[in-house]
């Protein structure tokens, strides 16, 4: 019989092994076989924990939302202004836990999955969502409404496709020319409304 409190402790080295072995793939085309390999545990215990692989991949993907809502209410706590809000939206996206090339390619390989699996494909609803109202936040202080929701989806987009091209590279990602880039469409679209900062 497992230690209490291991439960846990194996879950989160299973979905951590899972987001690897997407990593390393650049599809979700690996075992449960190989990431309980990964995780240290046997595919027998993989299993007694998230059934079928569907399940261990909806889990990763719960997890991968749920350290982005975490870290992205932590930075808007802090920030200061509307435009602050929004800034910090941006860095959290492209943060050192957030775009790496691990993660990156978890996210990938779950934006083509979604085109088959519906609950994917409401998970990532979820995390479009979450997105815009985050950017949402900030924005409508400093834009009328309709102007605000075009900037928002816009920013979210080059987010997302800052991603994919990231995804299409070697070595490491460059976090600080990728929000430079968000950063320089956002000025550019506050500028033309006369709200810079």
Known sequence: MPKVGMEPLRRKALIDATISAIGERGSLDVTMSEIAGRAGVSSALAHHYFGAKDELLAATMRHLLSELLIDTTAALRVAATPRARVSAVIS??????????????????????????????????IYAHRLQSNLMSGLTQLLPRHEAEHV??????????????????????????????????LETKLSQAGCAS
């Not at 989806?153 to 990728?178: M, Q």
């Open 92 to 125: 959290v996206n492209f943060s050192d836990k957030q775009f790496r090339a691990a993660t990156i390619a978890a996210w990938l390989a779950f934006y083509v999955e979604a085109q088959k699996s519906p609950a994917l494909r409401r998970l990532l609803r």
């Open 152 to 185: 928002a989806e816009a920013t979210a987009a080059l987010i997302d496709g800052l991603y994919i091209r990231r995804a299409l590279r070697e070595g490491i990602p460059n976090a600080a020319s990728a929000i430079a880039l968000v950063e320089d469409y």
